[in-house]
């Protein structure tokens, strides 16, 4: 006598097997880590460590001996350790 599995048997089988691949569904969605954009940021803030004031009384035209207080900050998002190099040359049109 051969087994046959009633309607009622299979409806149970399917329900359990579409419940199986959407838990799992579910879970590989809950735990795979999103994607993030991969950037390194470069900024260069005023004396008063805002985007603003960058020059005394808003001339650009400075004195010798006259100091700036300028802040500069890298920032990696890049997600590893990485290597750069950052020159800085203060200039303009009159200086070789």
Known sequence: MKF???HGWRRFIAAF?????VCEALVYVATTPR??????????????????????NN???LHI??????????TNNMGSVQFISIVVKLS???IQ
Do not use: K
């Open 35 to 56: 994607p993030t954009e991969q950037f390194m940021e470069l900024y260069v803030l005023g004396p008063n460590q805002l985007v603003a004031g960058y020059y005394p």
């Open 17 to 21: 097997a579409i419940l199986l691949v």
């Open 4 to 6: 046959r599995p009633s």
């Open 92 to 94: 303009n049109q009159t």
């Open 59 to 61: 001339r650009p035209n």
């Open 65 to 74: 001996g006259e100091q700036l207080v300028w802040y500069l900050g890298v």
